[in-house]
Nanobody, 115 residues
Framework: QVQLVESGGGLVQAGGSLRLSCSAS????????MGWYRQAPGKQRELVAT???????NYADSVRGRFAVSRNKSLNTVYLQMNNLEGDDTAVYYC?????????WGQGTQVTVSS
């Protein structure tokens, strides 16, 4: 069974930076999509950024230019570098893996941005 283990969340002041990591185990297909979603209190889970196994990226408009997603294919690890963080970025961030339509989620890591 696929497991996604996240790390790197925490408390940061507005304008600061954090880097999230997610390591996937028991990945079956080398062609896949990994990335990050987030869910703030009282809101629906939303896309943050994804990256395909080819390296094609997709970002939410709200984070484009501030966040950068990358991956190490050989390690099945995906990263999210978050810069210039804002209060609206406060949320639980979930790692995401899509293998031919089969989706797995990490347990989530809390990111809190203080003003």
């Amino acid at each position: 069974q696929v497991q996604l283990v996240e790390s790197g969340g925490g408390l940061v002041q507005a304008g600061g930076s954090l880097r999230l990591s997610c390591s996937a185990s028991r990945v079956t297909f080398t062609i896949n999509v990994m990335g990050w979603y987030r869910q703030a209190p009282g809101k629906q889970r939303e896309l943050v950024a994804t990256i395909t196994s080819r390296g094609d990226t997709n970002y939410a408009d709200s984070v484009r230019g501030r966040f950068a997603v990358s991956r190490n294919k050989s390690l099945n690890t995906v990263y999210l570098q978050m810069n210039n963080l804002e209060g609206d970025d406060t949320a639980v961030y979930y790692c995401y893996l899509n293998q031919r339509g089969s989706i797995n989620w990490g347990q989530g890591t809390q990111v809190t941005v203080s003003s």
